[in-house]
């Protein structure tokens, strides 16, 4: 039985077999909030007793503890069967079926924000890149720790120092660049898509609802300055949950006219701001002197009415820019710290940040933002 949910075991079934199904309401009842470690706690308690309902009618009829019982004998009239094994995992099918009713159920009514035509107008680019939502480090071996935790408070954190830094400026568009290995694994057996395995912290569902209350938090702040256009950048350590992520995301703001998505599995995405292309790519496959090339291919129709070029890289963790004839190529630092194989290898200490980028329409890029960790 989850620890959090061990002392409270028996209030959770108490009310899931008084008629109350609400996981939420559940939640909100036994420990007085609604965080996602509490909300974990309820769902595989109640998980563990769906599945185990025999285990729970025995226990309780000879007055055992459930969450005391490792494994048991149970000898039926053809067959003699010992059970034992972990109570951590949930059901894939439970928590995606969980997973969309609680979007649908939610379902955000956003009221349209009319915006005023501003003078002098410039666009924000948002880009925390390689969050790792997942990923582990400790500072006994690297001298830096990392956690799921400190993942989200610092992209939280590096988003308010953005913002903060942009008075001055009249923003009447955001592009918020998500994806690039939000996530660390794609898999329960903690594995990145091609199978390498990682150090990790906390279950892959867990670290996948932080995610998705993480990516709601930001445009839904980011909204409140502009209107938002989220361009989703595939991945080699989240292929698939990555888009996952972004399609739940992107379904959470259904009903919602001032954010849109370019949510398609492209590996390099363009947009455009007057005459700024942008480009940006988790670029863990094209060579970084192909890019521009490819831009030009990709993008063709923009390439003429745009006189100032741009692509955002990921993937290696530290900055880099370099200028391919008439097209910037950029690299971005992540927030995330350096785990047992980066530091082994000597991959370490490019400063840790948050950035983002400011363009001018006719002039193309004005400013960079950084928020060092």
């Known amino acids: 039985m989850p620890k959090k949910a061990i002392n409270q075991t028996s209030k959770i079934l108490d009310l899931y077999r008084s008629g109350m199904t609400n996981k939420t309401e559940i939640t909100r009842r036994v420990f007085n909030s609604d965080d996602e470690t509490s909300r974990s706690a309820v769902r595989r308690a109640i998980s ?9 009618d025995e226990c309780e009829k000879v007055g055992i503890p459930v ?3 490792k494994h048991y004998w149970h000898k039926g009239k053809h067959f003699s069967i010992n059970v034992s094994g972990s109570c951590s995992e949930v059901n894939l099918e439970e928590f995606k079926s969980e997973l969309v009713s609680e979007i649908k159920n939610w379902s955000p009514k956003y009221v349209k924000i009319k915006r005023e035509k501003l003078s002098d107008p410039h666009c924000f680019v948002f880009d925390p890149a390689d969050i790792h939502i997942g990923k582990l480090c400790s500072s006994f071996e690297t001298g830096e720790d990392y956690d799921q935790q400190i993942a989200v408070s610092r992209v939280r954190e590096g988003l308010n120092g953005l913002i903060s830094r942009l008075s001055g400026y009249n923003i009447d568009k955001i592009i918020f660049i998500a994806g690039n290995d939000v996530l660390h694994v794609d898999n329960p057996r903690r594995q990145t898509t091609s199978g ?6 906390g279950m892959w569902y867990d670290n996948f609802v932080m995610a998705k209350r993480l990516l709601i938090d ?39 006219k001032n954010v849109t998505f370019d949510n398609d599995m492209k590996h390099r995405k363009y947009t455009t701001y007057g005459k700024n292309l942008i480009g940006s790519t988790h670029m863990d496959g094209a060579k970084i002197q192909d890019l521009p090339l490819l831009m030009a291919h990709e993008a063709s129709d923009s390439w003429h009415n745009c006189v100032h070029r741009y692509i955002y890289g990921h993937h290696v963790h530290h900055k880099s820019s370099k200028d391919y004839m008439s097209v910037n190529v950029e690299t971005l630092r992540s927030p995330s710290s350096a785990d047992s194989w980066h530091h082994r290898n000597g991959y370490q200490h ?23 960790f």
């Open 350 to 372: 490019s400063p840790k940040a948050v950035e983002g980028f400011i363009h001018h329409p006719s002039n193309g890029q004005v400013a960079r933002l950084t928020y060092i």
């Open 196 to 201: 390498t395995p990682q150090d990790t912290d």
């Open 218 to 256: 930001i445009i839904e702040t980011l909204m409140s300055i502009a209107d938002v256009h989220v361009v989703y950048n595939p991945s080699n350590h989240d292929f698939m949950s990555g888009f996952m992520l972004l399609q739940c995301v992107e379904a959470w703001f259904s009903n919602c």
């Open 67 to 69: 969450e005391d019982v």
């Open 48 to 56: 563990y007793y769906e599945n185990n309902r025999a285990l729970y």
